[in-house]
């Protein structure tokens, strides 16, 4: 059989652990056999971002914004505990940060639905995509403490460090307490619109986006006003797909998606994003069937699982015994990948081969063969699941592939 030619290379960057022993096994047992893989390779495993003093995470992302679509393996993010097991020059940053840094993007999480795997609320149906704004807020606010009889003050100066407002924030009249000053910035929060704007046109999925800007008047008001400015570029081609933007209250918007089918993104502030990822993580199921894709405000796209390395697998499998790592969304961030270099490229069959392996992938589990993680989680009528190795699983897809 002729192998699927590719066009363009995709940036393809390696990992750690558990994720670095299945992305080998995804690409020789899945996608090697059928397609003639064109990929520019960045090893941004441990040992080597500490060898090239991490400078090869950051022409990872370089790369990224010259060929537009990536793929990426979890990777570590070093602690103190990594830098004796390691023997590192230095603790290195996250590179998903430095990656989004570079890229400017904002990251999205999606669900991998299939039959048999029930979220906790049954009434959704579709992925909900959440897009949380990761710069700003509370993460990089300044905060301490106040004595008994201080007042604490937010002042504004000009460049020439003329004060242009003094407020009063509190008058600790009578009682210690806490203050803390947060801010953001306009163009964060433009290019965070423009990310969650372009996938959805991208996804085919409308878009809900809430603040509280009822008690927060200024600073959500300016969230609230920029996510209308961006949408007005969008409303064209969104109208046209039958895609709505809805801007609502965080409470409503809450009560919403709970009641929803689900098939909505749901643009999300930073706190309320780090809060509800988890939230709706959790009642879709398996950390294993999350997907993550970053996405530039100039449609640059990054793809990966959610999860990260999963360690404890790992040293099992270095001890030489069998492991049940569940692959299906370094398989998805794999095929959602060549999926979009396919698209860009006008390379139908290379698509069309992402999109078969996605099927395969879905109906080993929903035929009842799956790795452990899955097992509690299943329920078909006839079905008994099966629990199969890291490997195992990998060829029950090939069969079907
Ligand atoms: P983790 O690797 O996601 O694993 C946490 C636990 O979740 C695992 O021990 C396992 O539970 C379960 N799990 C996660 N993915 C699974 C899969 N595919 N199949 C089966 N079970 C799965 O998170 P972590 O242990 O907190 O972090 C490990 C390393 O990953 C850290 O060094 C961290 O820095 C890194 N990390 C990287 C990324 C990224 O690159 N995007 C994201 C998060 C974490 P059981 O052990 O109970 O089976
Ligand atoms: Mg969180």
């Not at 830098?83 to 890229?103: A, D, F, Q, V």
Request: charged letters at 25%; glycine letters at 8%.
């Amino acid at each position: 059989m002729k192998k699927i030619q590719m066009t363009t290379p995709l940036v393809e960057m390696d990992g750690d652990e558990m994720t670095r022993v299945l992305w080998k096994d995804i690409k020789e047992i899945l996608i090697l056999p059928h397609v003639d893989l064109k990929t520019e390779y960045y090893d941004l495993g441990l040992p080597n971002r500490d060898a090239t003093g991490d400078t090869v995470t950051v022409e990872s992302a370089l790369a990224t914004k010259k060929y537009g679509v990536a793929v990426k393996c979890a990777t570590i993010t070093p602690n103190v505990q990594r830098m004796s097991e390691y023997n590192l020059h230095e603790m290195w940053k996250s590179p998903n940060g430095t990656i989004r840094r570079i890229l400017d993007g904002t990251v999205f999480r999606a669900p991998i639905l299939c039959d048999g795997i029930r979220p906790y609320i049954p009434s959704w149906k579709k992925p909900i995509v959440l897009a949380r704004h990761a710069y700003g807020d509370v993460y990089s606010a300044v905060d301490g403490v106040a004595a008994e009889g201080n007042k604490v003050y937010l002042v504004t100066e000009n460049k020439e460090g003329q004060v242009l407002s003094k407020q009063l924030v509190h008058d600790f009249n009578g009682t210690a307490g806490v203050v803390q000053g947060m801010h953001n910035c306009d163009a964060s929060v433009r290019s965070f619109a423009h990310s969650c704007f372009t996938y959805a046109l991208d996804a085919g999925l409308p878009v809900m986006f809430a603040t509280k800007d009822t008690i927060s008047k200024v600073y959500d008001g300016q969230f609230k006003k920029i996510f209308a400015e961006v949408y007005e570029e969008y409303r064209e081609r969104m109208e046209a797909k039958g895609l709505w933007y809805l801007y609502t209250l965080i409470d409503d918007a809450v009560a919403r998606i709970v009641r929803s089918e689900g098939g909505i993104l749901w643009a999300c502030k930073n706190y309320d994003g780090d809060v509800m990822s988890d939230m709706v993580a959790t009642a879709y199921g398996s950390l294993g069937m999350m997907t993550s894709v970053l996405v530039s405000p100039d449609g640059k796209y990054e793809f990966e699982a959610a999860h990260g390395t999963v360690t404890r697998h790992y040293y099992k499998y270095l001890k030489g015994e069998e492991t049940s790592t569940n692959s299906v969304a370094t398989i998805f961030a794999w095929t959602g990948a060549l999926k979009k270099r396919g698209e860009l490229d006008g390379n139908a069959p290379l698509a069309a081969f992402a999109e078969k392996l996605e099927r395969a992938t879905l109906s080993a589990i929903e035929e009842g063969e799956m790795t452990g993680d899955l097992i509690p989680l299943f329920s078909r009528e006839g079905i008994v699941p099966q629990k199969l190795s890291s490997e195992e699983f990998l060829r029950a897809v090939a069969k079907r592939l």
